[in-house]
């Protein structure tokens, strides 16, 4: 009995070692579009709890290069519905403003141009009307946007001038 349960398992390792074994293989990913890295931005924008700006450069750096792009994967991140929720449009407004902050940095030639972005933007303010702060954020960034010319303390003026 005992040469038997031995034999049997030399036979499956032989077997074993002569079947080859298919291998997984990564999805290939088209990630164009930076859906990712956007994503990325926006989950960790909504998070609640405390962040240290170590932690906000990881999600923050990734959007410079990407200027009109990041509108692109916004829309294909969220359907229109979920797109004017609040804390959706918050997000994405702050994501725009991080990616067009440099011109220089916008790996794209075509992402210069803030097209898409201008049709979101207006979008938004169609369709988040009772929201006066998102309001105010989009008039800023409407402008903004078309000389890369954001920035966090440019929207803190914008809304605090008289």
């Not at 990407?66 to 916004?74: E, P, Q, T």
């Amino acid at each position: 009995m005992r040469f038997t349960f031995y034999s049997l398992l030399v036979a499956m390792l032989i077997f074993a070692k002569q079947q080859p074994i298919p291998r997984a293989t990564p999805a290939v990913v088209d990630d164009r579009y930076s859906v990712s890295e956007v994503s990325s931005a926006i989950g960790f924008l909504q998070r609640k709890g405390v962040t240290n700006s170590i932690e906000a450069k990881g999600y923050i750096w990734p959007l410079l290069p990407l200027g009109d792009r990041v509108s692109i994967a916004i829309l294909k991140i969220y359907p229109a519905d979920e797109l004017v929720r609040s804390d959706n449009a918050g997000a994405y407004l702050t994501v725009v403003r991080n990616a067009f902050s440099t011109p220089t940095s916008v790996l794209e030639k075509s992402d210069v141009d803030p097209k898409v972005t201008l049709f979101v933007l207006d979008y938004l303010k169609q369709k988040t009307v009772s929201d006066a702060g998102i309001q105010k954020r989009i008039e800023y960034l409407r402008g903004c946007v078309k000389d890369f010319s954001c920035s966090s303390q440019g929207e803190y003026n914008f809304f605090h001038r008289s």
